[in-house]
């Protein structure tokens, strides 16, 4: 949510961010938000002349009774109900304007930074760097759940059995192998100065809007029947809820969090009947960062780096896709995707998300600190470590030998016993 005052002053900014975003339906919401704005204004001063009168009229009545003009201090008792009923009026107005604004304003994208390109979807999203080799081998590669199939690693149909599609069982040391790619990522950021945490798995509806657009909460969100609850689809959610209503005073807050995360999928994408790349539940290590404001694209350039240098140490080559305006969520400043080389597609595809929320959350959710310059709001920030079994899939494909084994990455080797290599199952 952006700043009321930026549309006060400069609502032609907005407007062209939304125009940035392909969002045109949206601009009519901006000549609303500052008519309703201004009438709110208007609303307050007139409530607020209302209550002064009143209180100077209700001072005059001790005197006119101590005069004996008891018919006089009658009228004026008459004139203060009266004056009473209109500020009620006026109060109840302001609440309903106050909350048509709101409304708006949390649909209206956060202005996103300079540096984004313009594009309309994420066909047009831009590849920045690279980091390492993506190598197609001369022997074929399986397609993925083939291959942890082959390793005795995954039962599919028991899990539609049991829950439908888009669940799965993880088996023996696939399964191992994916706690380890969580494990190694923990303990890589909390080397890197990041406290650890298990966050909650759901939150309530308010800790939702406060941290993702609607559109977001209405394709990912599962909702608990009959409670005011969520199960969570990242630990961002539920971390970044933990500072609503906070004064903050030690910064930066720097954490990183481990998650089960469900997700409808639902919509085009759609899910996987055989593979793990889309389904409804995985897990995943995450960052977040509570900063000041002048702090946050510094942090946001460390914390991408962080995740291509986890993957990078597990043999996989990664490149940074910075995405366009129609791309960006409209909470977001800006984002950048690594995605992980696909070496039987011969694709990259995405396995961590990174993105700088400025401070659309921590206004949405009143996350703020005192300075000499009064209370202001923070900025926000969010990145994957590392999200399986998307980043397992990677993993497999970047390592799988000519024989059908899978050579274990020598960082993981310690949160797997000493194991070098799963051989699959004769």
């Known amino acids: 949510m952006i700043d009321i005052k930026l549309i006060r002053e400069n609502k032609d900014l907005v407007k062209e961010n939304i125009k940035k975003k392909f969002q045109d339906e949206k601009l009519p919401l901006v000549d609303e938000v500052y008519d309703m704005d201004k009438e709110v204004r208007e609303v307050q001063t007139k409530a607020d002349n209302l209550k002064a009168d ?14 004996g003009k008891k018919e006089e201090a009658e009228d004026v008792k008459k004139k203060i109900a009266e004056m009473g009923n209109e500020i009620a009026e006026l109060e109840v107005k302001k609440e309903e304007l106050d909350a048509s604004i709101r409304e708006r304003m949390l649909v209206i994208p956060n202005i996103i930074a300079d540096s984004v390109p313009i594009g ?11 980091f390492g080799e993506a ?5 074929e590669i399986p397609y993925h759940a083939d291959i942890i199939e082959s390793l005795g690693g995954m039962d599919k149909d028991a899990a539609g059995r049991t829950s439908g599609q888009g669940f799965y069982y993880l088996l023996g040391d696939v399964a191992r192998l994916h706690e380890a790619m969580i494990a190694y990522g923990r303990d890589y950021m909390i080397d890197h100065g990041f406290t650890y945490a298990i966050p909650p798995f759901m939150i309530h509806a308010d800790v939702v809007t406060g941290v993702m657009s609607f559109p977001e909460m209405e394709a990912m969100m599962y909702k608990i029947e009959n409670e005011d609850l969520y199960l969570i689809g990242t630990s961002e959610h539920s971390m970044i809820g933990r500072f609503k209503d906070q004064i903050l005073d030690k910064l930066p807050i720097t954490m990183t969090s481990y998650s089960p995360c469900f997700r409808k999928e639902g919509g085009s994408h759609g899910l996987e009947e055989r593979g793990l790349y889309r389904v409804h539940q995985f897990e995943k290590q995450e960052m977040i960062v509570v900063c000041e404001p002048e702090d946050s694209m510094d942090w946001y350039e460390k914390m991408w780096r962080f995740t291509v240098e986890i993957f990078r140490n597990m043999n996989i080559p990664v490149r940074q896709l910075e995405c366009c305006s129609g791309d960006l969520a409209d909470l977001k400043v800006k984002s950048c995707d690594v995605e992980a080389w696909s070496p039987r597609q011969q694709k990259y595809f995405e396995v961590a998300s990174c993105s700088n929320l400025g401070d659309a959350q921590a206004r949405r959710l009143g996350i703020r600190k005192k ?16 999200a399986t079994p998307r980043g397992l899939i990677a993993l497999i494909e970047n390592n799988y030998n000519a024989d059908g084994s899978v050579t274990i990455p020598e960082v993981l080797r310690p949160y797997m016993g000493g194991k070098e290599i799963i051989e699959p199952i004769k």
């Not at 009143?54 to 005069?67: H, P, V, W």
């Open 135 to 139: 190598v197609v081998p001369s022997y």
């Open 120 to 130: 309309k979807d994420d066909t047009e999203n831009v590849e920045l760097e690279r």
């Open 54 to 67: 009143k209180n100077k009229m209700s001072s005059e009545i001790g005197a006119l009774m101590r005069d």
């Open 371 to 386: 300075g000499e310059k009064g209370t202001y709001y923070l900025h926000t920030l969010n990145n994957t470590v590392v």
